[in-house]
């Protein structure tokens, strides 16, 4: 079993940052990769950016690059999301995940607010 915790989430101007910041406990020792999606109300869930746990290699959705930036803590099994220059259409619940060989686990969300 894998619990992950997200937290960072909160209100903020449009033009302003926030970091979002997710910790793995449990099974992690075969992480394949951890990332973020994001839900905005009456919308589906889409992917925002993830990070390949070896070798480190980066993914981000076009509507985030350039502005938003993951990193990760492999010894803290942390993945963070650095947002910065957020917009109202950011707005949304923004779920970390995680990869194993055969899985995903998610954790509960964050509400990142973008106030124009």
């Known amino acids: 079993q894998v619990q992950l915790v997200e937290s960072g989430g909160g209100l903020v101007q449009a033009g302003g940052s926030l970091r979002l910041s997710c910790a793995a406990s449990?099974?992690?020792?075969?992480?394949?990769?951890m990332g973020w999606f994001r839900q905005a109300p009456g919308k589906e869930r889409e992917f925002v950016a993830a990070?390949?746990?070896?070798?480190?290699?980066?993914y981000y959705a076009d509507s985030v690059k350039g502005r938003f930036t993951i990193s990760s803590d492999n010894a803290k099994n942390t993945v963070y999301l650095q947002m910065n220059s957020l917009k109202p259409e950011d707005t949304a619940v923004y779920y970390c995940?995680?990869?194993?060989?055969?899985?995903?686990?998610w954790g509960q969300g964050t509400q990142v607010t973008v106030s124009s």
């Open positions: 990070i390949r746990w070896s070798g480190g290699s980066l």
């Open positions: 995940y995680q990869d194993l060989v055969g899985s995903r686990s």
């Open positions: 449990g099974r992690t020792f075969s992480t394949y990769t």
